[in-house]
């Protein structure tokens, strides 16, 4: 039973590009969960996705934006990028939001320069 | 609002002794307690977790107990070994989503 997928794994962007990073969850999952984990730090809640609409978000600019699909797969779109969006990008799937069932992806490392 | 302190790192052993990694949270109402593992170039796993006051969340030799009375859930295992080398991040559990302290690298050396 496949967990998590995100792709791509590895991204190198220039500053003020734009990018998507895509995430499948767990077979039974129907909740997305973006995370931004900067170097050494730990993750912080972009925001959640269920039934195709964000349901919560965290203290992210607009420039950070999402859309859930109906086989309840995500993506991430991260416009005008910085430099300081530079992280690994962890998508955690879940049924329901339910804390406990969390499974998280491998990530995705997105460079800026 | 709601935020986990964890202590810093890297905390380095030698192989079988005793590991203690210190987590205190803040928080409204009565969250989830969790303590998630991080290995090199890979995403999180669940370790452990309590979901009430008192409860002892264990797995894999590792150990936290909810204290309530101070806010704690620190880590522990008994006798650590070199395959335990990793990040380790607290977090609690609001309303759906997790908030993370900002890890502690522990290092175990042969």
């Known amino acids: 039973d496949a967990g998590v997928t995100q792709s791509p794994t590895h991204l190198i962007k220039t500053r003020g590009q734009q990018v998507t990073l895509r995430c499948s969850p767990k077979s039974g999952h129907d909740t997305v969960s973006w995370y931004q984990q900067a170097l050494g730090q730990g993750p912080q809640f972009i925001f959640q996705?269920?039934?195709?609409?964000?349901?919560q978000r965290g203290n992210f600019p607009d420039r950070f934006s999402g859309h859930q699909f109906p086989n309840y797969s995500s993506e991430l779109n991260v416009n005008a990028l910085l430099l300081g969006d530079s992280a690994l990008y962890l998508c955690?799937?879940?049924?329901?939001?339910?804390?406990?069932?969390?499974?998280f992806g491998s990530g995705t490392r997105l460079t800026v320069v | 609002g709601d935020s986990v302190t964890q202590m810093e790192g890297p905390v380095t052993l030698s192989e079988e002794a005793f590991l203690t990694i210190n987590c205190t949270y803040t928080a409204t109402g009565y969250p989830s307690l969790f303590w998630y593992v991080q290995y090199p170039g890979e995403g999180l796993q669940l370790l452990l977790k309590a979901t009430k006051a008192d409860d002892k969340g264990s797995n894999k030799g590792f150990e936290a107990t909810y204290r309530k009375e101070t806010t704690s859930f620190h880590l522990e295992k008994g006798s650590v070994q070199v395959s335990d080398s990793a990040v380790y991040f607290c977090?609690?559990?609001?309303?759906?989503?997790?908030?993370f302290g900002t890890g502690t690298r522990l290092q175990v050396f042969p």
């Open positions: 996705y269920y039934e195709e609409e964000e349901r």
């Open positions: 977090a609690l559990g609001n309303t759906d989503k997790l908030i």
């Open positions: 955690a799937s879940s049924t329901d939001g339910q804390l406990d069932g969390y499974t």
